[in-house]
T-cell receptor, first 114, second 114 residues
Framework: NAGVTQTPKFRVLKTGQSMTLLCAQD?????MYWYRQDPGMGLRLIHY???????AKGEVPDGYNVSRLKKQNFLLGLESAAPSQTSVYFC?????????????FGPGTRLTVL | AQTVTQSQPEMSVQEAETVTLSCTYD???????LFWYKQPPSRQMILVIR??????QNATENRFSVNFQKAAKSFSLKISDSQLGDAAMYFC???????????FGGGTRLMVKP
């Protein structure tokens, strides 16, 4: 049982390049989330999904797109990377919404945009 | 808007001693949850403890306990018998059911001295 995994672990991009971050979970969770973590700040929600084929905007969605074509996968895309998107990105999943449903986090992806 | 504030960027404690991390939050909701997450150097976010707002009794998990003051909107974490493995970033987080997202504080770095 791997839990939540993220690919890749590190990535360096040039401004204007595109990339996709992959999140996978093997716990059959309905809900999945993408967060970013910047120095001195807590995690901020980018986008989330409440089930296969659904996505919704979080607190900081601009510049990102997401897709949930399969229940176990949640993709985060950057179409034209900017230095402001340099951050550590975390994926999480949970069985359902609500504070009683623990969110399980992946190990993070460190992205640097030059 | 809901906000979570951790006023202590860094704390240190001697091994085997007790330390308290502070957290305050702002909300107009009555039904919500509060969490403490631990982020060790590996970056993996780990749930330490959870408190339901409607419960008056403070949550405890082994050496970890909280002091939940609902009227004061305060939620502190007490770590007893501190161990070297407790060294990490600690994040306070808030969830209310209608919001569908976790809101994190800026974090407190805890150092444990041998």
């Amino acid at each position: 049982n791997a839990g939540v995994t993220q690919t890749p672990k590190f990535r360096v991009l040039k401004t204007g390049q595109s990339m996709t971050l992959l999140c996978a979970q093997d716990m059959n969770h309905e809900y999945m989330y993408w967060y970013r973590q910047d120095p001195g700040m807590g995690l901020r929600l980018i986008h989330y999904s409440v089930g296969e084929g659904t996505t919704a905007k979080g607190e900081v969605p601009d510049g990102y797109n997401v897709s949930r074509l399969k229940k176990q996968n949640f993709l985060l895309g950057l179409e034209s990377a900017a230095p402001s998107q340099t951050s550590v990105y975390f994926c999480a999943s949970s069985w359902a919404a609500g504070g009683y449903n623990e969110q399980f986090f992946g190990p993070g992806t460190r992205l640097t945009v030059l | 808007a809901q906000t979570v504030t951790q006023s202590q960027p860094e704390m240190s404690v001697q091994e085997a001693e007790t330390v308290t991390l502070s957290c305050t939050y702002d909300t107009s909701e009555s039904d919500y949850y509060l969490f403490w997450y631990k982020q060790p150097p590996s970056r993996q976010m780990i749930l330490v403890i959870r408190q339901e707002a409607y419960k008056q009794q403070n949550a405890t998990e082994n050496r970890f306990s909280v002091n939940f003051q609902k009227a004061a909107k305060s939620f502190s974490l007490k770590i007893s018998d501190s161990q070297l493995g407790d060294a990490a970033m600690y994040f306070c987080a808030y969830w209310y059911n209608a919001g569908n997202m976790l809101t994190f504080g800026g974090g407190t770095r805890l150092m444990v001295k041998p």
